[in-house]
């Protein structure tokens, strides 16, 4: 249903049944609907699951509509309406699966960063303790000629310099 239909209202509040032709074309829109539900499915499974488990709900829901109609427990109006009510609680929950997907894409690069800089903290403490060790070895072997090394860590490498 369109919202600038200027029939909305009447579309909303029909109180009649669905007949015995309008059932068959409900059984038939339920029928050329799943190939597009499959894809729809099939191309949200490649972005997020959580799409995934939104969409089968609302095709759920949407194919238990149908039949509570054609079997007469709702009536077109409630029909309607619970399909308007739908689409905006579809189109809010995607717009929440959404944020949620970019606060844990921003989580998970936050915690990748501080990784990196405990990562990149420990190897240069690794590195100062390798110069002091050094340091160390070469003032306990006095017989030894006397060396400088010097180590230091750039980006993911290290390196000592002995003089």
Same mark, same amino acid.
């Given at each position: 249903?369109?919202?600038?239909?200027?029939?909305?209202?009447?579309?909303?509040? #029909?109180? !009649?049944?669905? &007949? /015995?032709?309008?059932?068959?074309?409900?059984?038939?829109? =339920?029928? @050329?609907?799943?190939?597009?539900?499959?894809?729809?499915?099939?191309?949200?499974?490649?972005?997020?699951?959580?799409?995934?488990?939104?969409?089968?709900?609302?095709?759920?829901?949407?194919?238990?509509?149908?039949?509570?109609?054609?079997?007469?427990?709702?009536?077109?109006?409630?029909?309607?309406?619970?399909?308007?009510?739908? #689409?905006? !609680?579809?189109? &809010? /929950?995607?717009?929440?699966?959404?944020?949620?997907?970019? =606060?844990? @894409?921003?989580?998970?690069?936050?915690?990748?960063?501080?990784?990196?800089?405990?990562?990149?903290?420990?190897?240069?403490?690794?590195?100062?303790?390798?110069?002091?060790?050094?340091?160390?070895?070469?003032?306990?072997?006095?017989?030894?000629?006397?060396?400088?090394?010097?180590?230091?860590?750039?980006?993911?490498?290290?390196?000592?310099?002995?003089?």
């Amino acid at each position: 249903m369109e919202a600038d239909d200027p029939r909305v209202v009447e579309k909303l509040s #029909l109180g !009649a049944y669905a &007949t /015995e032709q309008e059932a068959k074309d409900l059984i038939d829109i =339920s029928i @050329l609907r799943k190939p597009c539900d499959k894809l729809a499915i099939e191309a949200f499974s490649k972005v997020h699951p959580q799409y995934v488990v939104s969409l089968a709900r609302i095709f759920s829901e949407a194919d238990a509509d149908l039949a509570k109609a054609i079997n007469k427990d709702l009536t077109i109006g409630e029909v309607n309406q619970r399909t308007v009510d739908r #689409l905006n !609680a579809w189109q &809010t /929950e995607f717009a929440q699966i959404g944020q949620q997907i970019q =606060s844990q @894409l921003n989580h998970a690069h936050q915690d990748e960063l501080l990784q990196r800089q405990n990562s990149a903290r420990a190897v240069q403490n690794w590195a100062y303790q390798q110069q002091v060790l050094e340091n160390q070895r070469q003032l306990s072997n006095a017989t030894a000629r006397p060396t400088t090394t010097n180590c230091h860590y750039i980006g993911n490498s290290f390196r000592c310099t002995h003089y």
